[in-house]
Nanobody
Framework: VQLVETGGGFVQAGDSLRVSCTAS????????MSWFHQPPGRERTFVAY????????YYSDNVRGRVTISRDNAKNTVFLQMNSLKPDDTGVYYC???????????????????WGQGTQVTVSS
């Protein structure tokens, strides 16, 4: 199983950026996908979630309204579109794949089975 994130980079505050995560080795449409963010020197935190069909999404309060998660099951890829970027959005963005059980919370990172290596996003003021 491999998850590969791409699309990170250096942008200015207020810019937009889309990062992608392409999966291999899993039946992609069966997996729920999430994005997590790890700022420099801080813990990794939940950003956004999408279910297998793509019909249900959930966002952290910090990004709701600025970020959109989507997926293309035909391409085994999940996307994170980030708008109005802020310096606080700087960090490494990780995608994660899992099959959550009843009672699991989408923001619990230990419920995900597979993780990518991350892609760096730097937002300059």
């Amino acid at each position: 199983v491999q998850l590969v994130e791409t699309g990170g980079g250096f942008v200015q505050a207020g810019d937009s950026l889309r990062v992608s995560c392409t999966a291999s080795g899993i039946t992609f449409s069966s997996y729920e996908m999430s994005w997590f963010h790890q700022p420099p020197g801080r813990e990794r935190t939940f950003v956004a979630y999408i279910n297998g069909s793509g019909k249900f999404t959930y966002y952290s309060d910090n990004v709701r309204g600025r970020v959109t998660i989507s997926r293309d099951n035909a391409k085994n890829t999940v996307f994170l579109q980030m708008n109005s970027l802020k310096p606080d959005d700087t960090g490494v963005y990780y995608c994660a794949a899992g099959i959550l059980r009843d009672g699991d919370r989408v923001f619990w990172s230990d419920k995900y089975d597979y993780w990518g290596q991350g892609t760096q996003v730097t937002v300059s003021s």
